[in-house]
């Protein structure tokens, strides 16, 4: 297991990917514009509409579904998504059917699209290359073909300086950050359009951002009383019961204030915050302390303790014109500091302090685990969904398909491929969250247990087991270094063996039972908003993720809770029985 320590501003790197949100908030926050496939003008004849589409990963079989919301293009003309967009935020969810590739065209910037699945190494057909350069992408972030994609692109075109692409991930992975692109040499500039070059490639859940620089709010009437304490100031509520040392106007909403004050002090702000247009608008702080902020006497961010780096969100509408708003910060133990930022739907954030008030983070050292020629294999807690996993057990293998168990329930948790591991907050100082997060593109599956004993096929499956109904018991090694789980399930011994296949492009999971005879255990391979059987054995969950079974097999697929299940009977005979099964992604 090989510690290597990456260094990075944390404060510059949230700034940047704080108005940052996926597709599916645009209609909270309207920064990104919905633009729907059925709408889009002079759609060429190589591109056809389609309800939903299913590929194959392993062979070149495709079948669509007449109807709108997916575009389906094939080699010939370019798809031309946007035009006058110089300055560009774009989000999209991209398909590619096996050996396929893409360009997508910025004016004469062509970033590479492509099926990469299985190959680790980082070329100029890695998805995500710059065409026509040596830009290459961080690593291979790339899902298995058949599989929907999540693409961001945040890019700045010629103008005030070179274009540079701010920032690109896919799959939630940054793959490009910060470079000053190639001189265009050919394309329209501001237009976006998407070309295939090989087999074929789909589209859908186009929304995208026309940034602006234009100034958006400003402060006035600034008033500031500082008090002071002897300790921390966590509310306030609590600076009634302070003594008021100073208050006064100024100019400018800082933190500079409290030079020359003492060490432990509450401050509170008042004003107006005047915004040029109505409409919906992003609020953030950031600073090192507790916070919080009220706007028109409404609580907009709640009061929390934050260290320098991190943001803290919210969004509001506003009608042109003036609001009264109230800041309240609190000296605690962080490195001090304070920040009030706004955003636009057509503007990336601006600070509304000077930037003396927000002083520069002290670089952390990000400490990610690689395995070197054997697996790393770590305990830890994972954050899974709004809930913290406390029994957690993640592998990251040679090949770089790796996966998070929870040893409480037996749930394979995630799989992920690329790199494996950030532990900074497991033990980077106190390392009080001592959470791992994954480094590579994760597929998330199912945090309840594999394995049920119901007395029919229609009961519902147990959301979580006892420690009556489940145990961990221990793990033993395989020759290879790759832990294998143990459980007691009621009067069940339970093995659990998940482990990368040769080929690098999945994982197969084995769970072995032994056991007194019965016809009531039951295996759920997968649980999903909607299942597709691709091919015989071959299933689709969620276009996020393939399992496969052996296909002599014949598994039940039923509707529970609004959720599609694919369960397998485990029938117990001569004391033993084993299911097994891969996931492919």
């Not at 509409?49 to 299913?54: F, G, K, R, V």
Request: glycine share 10%; net charge neutral; aromatic share 8%.
């Amino acid at each position: 297991m090989n510690p290597i320590l990456r260094w990075f501003n944390r404060g510059t790197a949230l700034l940047l990917l704080a108005g940052t949100l996926p597709v599916w908030a645009q209609s909270v926050d309207e920064s990104l514009t919905l633009l729907p496939t059925d709408r889009l003008p002079a759609v060429p004849a190589n591109w056809k509409p389609a309800a939903s589409i299913l590929v194959n990963p392993l062979r070149s079989d495709q079948k669509t579904k007449a109807g709108s919301g997916i575009l389906v293009g094939t080699p010939g003309q370019p798809l031309t998504l946007l035009t006058n967009a110089n300055d560009v935020r774009l989000v999209m969810d991209v398909m590619l059917s096996p050996g396929a590739e893409a360009t997508l065209s910025f004016g004469g910037t062509g970033i590479h699209l492509a099926d990469h699945w299985g190959k680790p190494e980082v070329n100029t057909t890695t998805f995500g290359a710059i065409e026509g350069s040596t830009l290459l992408p961080l690593q291979n972030a790339g899902k298995a073909p058949g599989l929907w994609q999540q693409l961001e692109i945040l890019l700045q075109g010629e103008g005030k300086g070179p274009a540079t692409l701010e920032k690109m991930t896919l799959n939630g992975t940054l793959i490009q950050e910060s470079l000053v692109l190639p001189k265009a040499t050919g394309g329209k500039a501001g237009t976006v359009s998407l070309n295939v070059t090989n087999g074929t490639v789909a589209v859908r859940n186009i929304g995208y951002q026309l940034i602006t620089d234009r100034p958006v709010a400003k402060l006035t009437n600034i008033r500031y009383k500082l008090y002071e304490n002897k300790t921390e100031t966590v509310s306030q509520a609590e600076l009634a019961n302070l003594k008021l040392v100073k208050e006064d106007t100024v100019s400018a909403l800082t933190y500079e204030v409290s030079y020359g004050q003492p060490r432990w002090h509450g401050i509170v702000y008042t004003g107006d915050l005047v915004v040029d247009k109505t409409g919906p608008y992003t609020i953030a702080l950031q600073q090192g302390g507790f916070a919080s902020l009220q706007i028109d006497g409404k609580e907009i961010i709640a009061n929390k303790r934050l260290d320098l780096g991190y943001m803290n969100t919210a969004k509001i509408n506003l009608t042109a014109g003036k609001h009264p708003f109230t800041l309240f910060f609190g000296r605690s133990w962080p490195r001090p500091g304070l920040g009030f930022f706004i955003s636009a739907p057509d503007t990336k954030f601006q600070a509304l302090h000077p930037r003396a008030s927000l002083p520069e983070p002290d670089p952390v050292g990000e400490i990610a685990v690689e395995p070197g020629t054997k697996p790393a294999v770590i305990r830890s807690f994972v954050n899974f969904g709004s809930k913290k996993k406390t029994h957690c057990l993640s592998v990251g293998s040679p090949s770089g398909l790796n996966y998070t168990v929870d040893l409480n329930q037996g749930a394979l948790l995630q799989v992920w491929r690329g790199q494996f591991a950030d532990v900074t907050d497991m033990w980077y100082e106190r390392g009080e969250p001592q959470l791992l997060k994954p480094l590579g593109t994760v597929a998330v599956l199912s945090a309840q247990s594999p394995l049920a004993l119901m007395a029919n096929a229609n009961q519902y499956w147990p959301d979580s087991l006892s420690d009556n109904e489940w145990k961990y018991t221990g793990l033993s090694m395989d020759g290879r270094g790759f832990p294998i789980p143990q459980y007691r399930m009621r009067d069940l011994d339970v093995t659990d063996a998940v482990l990368p296949d040769a080929d690098g492009k999945s994982i197969t999971r084995t769970l072995s039972v032994k056991g007194p005879d019965n016809e009531s255990l039951y295996c759920r391979l997968a649980v999903g908003a909607s299942l597709d059987e691709v091919a015989k054995g071959l299933y689709s969950v969620d276009g996020k993720y393939f399992i496969r079974i052996d296909p002599k097999l014949k598994p039940t697929m039923r509707t529970s809770s609004g959720r599609q299940e694919l369960l397998m009977p485990v029938p117990m005979k001569g004391g033993s029985a084993t299911v097994q099964y891969s996931l492919l992604w």
